[in-house]
Nanobody, 124 residues
């Protein structure tokens, strides 16, 4: 089974950018769907972006479309989330998730494997 470790979080001013990385180990990297979710204080876990197992298809929440980009590097077994034009509403703990078979890519229950989460704070 795959283990996931996120990195790259921190504090950024509104309008700034951050790049999150998710390092995968313990499994065949290309055998999994990968997604990013986030959870703000007092709210449920929210879908952000997903990448199909082939890497050919990407999906985004409407709230981040055009600002965030998900990608993967097969040589490094890493999935990244490039976040641009950040605003305070993007503040949350961000989680990397993976599963070998996903139908509802936007649902947290579709993913068996999760990272520990990493804090992203957008504040002036």
């Amino acid at each position: 089974q795959v283990q996931l470790v996120e990195s790259g979080g921190g504090t950024v001013q509104p309008g700034g950018s951050l790049r999150l990385s998710c390092a995968a180990s313990g499994g065949t990297f290309t055998a999994y769907y990968y997604s990013w979710f986030r959870q703000a204080p007092g709210k449920g876990r929210e879908f952000v972006a997903a990448l199909s197992r082939s890497g050919a298809a990407t999906y985004y929440a409407d709230s981040v479309k055009g600002r965030f980009s998900i990608s993967r590097d097969d040589t490094k077994s890493t999935v990244s989330l490039q976040m641009n034009s950040l605003n305070p509403e993007d503040t949350a703990v961000y989680y990397c998730a993976a599963d070998p078979s996903v139908t509802k890519y936007y649902s947290p229950s579709a993913y068996a494997y999760w990272g520990q989460g990493i804090q992203v704070t957008v504040s002036s």
